[in-house]
């Protein structure tokens, strides 16, 4: 009886140490092969949650839109615009593109140039009880000197049966007097589908809606795509890295139609650009025709990570590492790339290592 007794707890111990194991393998593992050297860390704007977007201007300033308040979005604020003279090494408060009203906080955003050199801002928020208790429209902001002052005229056009839209992201020239943007619905926080946005007359007026995917035949299998970067490289050529809700990563979907219909290449069915709390993303074309997709880790380490594609998206390099924070909130980067060669990329973080309290960091880099 005790030999059998024995029997049964190593069998149980056993049991246990292999379960143990495979939680363990299922646990991301940090595979980063390179880590940026000579990087410049810069806390470009103190005391704000920034979720930064940066445009770059004809005359090589960068504009930078972000959130002026350093919380999650749960204290009034507003959308400001910070400019960099200096490659990003400084920074100055230019503009307000879309002032809060009381009792709201405009957090939310996409931004970028029209066709004829504006700078164009969409930007909604939340406001009501906790401010969380609805979306605000959203309000469509353009400036033509670089900022300072806005023209808020605009208005968007919802998709049929969605009643409130969060853009982000960079709005894409397509020439003529079309742009494009992404939004994602907010149905509720099951439903969060993304849509590319048109519009045709140089950011005054946005509709159009385009659903960014339909992946599987059930009702469920709708995209649970939120912030949505997109680029366009050209007509038939348009990459948009996704974050998904339900596993939380980066997803690749490729458009062939001028952003009219959208699908996951072949490659990569069954696996996405990024691990489980690796999002959202920003992509950039480089000087020299390669894509850069930066992204947030939010896991482990905590920093601003870039893969790197030669072929259009069809193949991406491994992960490298350009700024550790060493936990704590942080990510949403965005970057440009100046005529040096230069990269520029921004992101928001909390207090960490580098700085105590919460900020928008620019990393100046170089790819290796």
Not at 51 to 77: Q, R
Not at 272 to 300: C, K, M, Q, Y
Not at 322 to 330: A, E, P, S, T, V
Request: with cysteine; proline share 6%.
């Amino acid at each position: 009886m005790i030999r059998f007794t024995g029997i049964i707890l190593m069998l149980s111990l056993l049991c246990t140490i292999l379960g143990a194991a495979r939680a363990f393998s299922q646990q991301p593992v940090f595979r980063e092969t390179v880590v940026i050297e000579n990087v410049e860390n810069i806390i470009a704007v103190d005391n704000v949650c920034a979720w930064p977007n940066l445009t770059l201007m004809p005359d090589g300033t960068i504009i930078a839109t972000i959130f002026n308040k350093p919380s999650h979005g749960l204290v009034e604020g507003n959308a400001v615009c910070y400019a960099s003279k200096d490659g990003g090494r400084t920074w100055s408060f230019v503009g307000i593109p879309a002032p809060n009203e009381p009792g709201t906080t405009r957090m939310n955003l996409a931004a970028g140039l029209s066709n004829d050199g504006a700078l164009v801002v969409l930007v909604s928020g939340w406001g009501g009880q906790g401010l969380r208790e609805r979306i605000l429209p959203v309000a469509v902001c353009r400036s033509t000197d670089g900022g300072k002052t806005w023209d808020r005229k605009g208005s968007v056009k919802h998709p049929e049966g969605e009643p409130d839209l969060i853009p982000f992201g960079d709005i894409v020239r397509l020439g003529g007097r079309s742009l494009a943007a992404t939004a994602y619905g907010y149905k509720n926080r099951e439903s969060k589908p993304a849509y590319l946005l048109y519009s045709y007359d140089d950011g005054f007026t946005w509709g159009d809606a385009v659903p960014m995917g339909r992946f599987g035949e059930g009702p469920g299998e709708w995209n649970d795509f939120n912030e949505t970067a997109v680029l366009r490289l050209r007509s038939d050529r348009w990459l948009a890295a996704p974050r998904t809700m339900r596993v939380a990563d980066l997803q690749l979907i490729v458009s062939e139609d001028e952003g009219k219909t959208w699908s996951i290449p072949a490659e990569l069915r069954g696996g996405g650009l990024t691990r489980r709390s690796e999002h959202p993303a920003h992509l950039l074309r480089l000087n020299d025709g390669r894509i850069l997709l930066t992204f947030g880790v939010r896991w482990g380490v905590h920093g601003t990570c870039a893969r790197v594609s030669d072929d259009e998206g069809r193949t991406w390099s491994e992960p490298m590492m350009i700024i550790y924070y060493g936990g704590g909130d942080g990510g949403y980067p965005a970057s440009v790339q100046l005529e040096d060669g230069t990269i520029v990329t921004a992101y928001y973080c909390d207090a960490n290592k580098n700085h105590p309290r919460y900020h928008m960091g620019v990393a100046r880099w170089r790819l290796p």
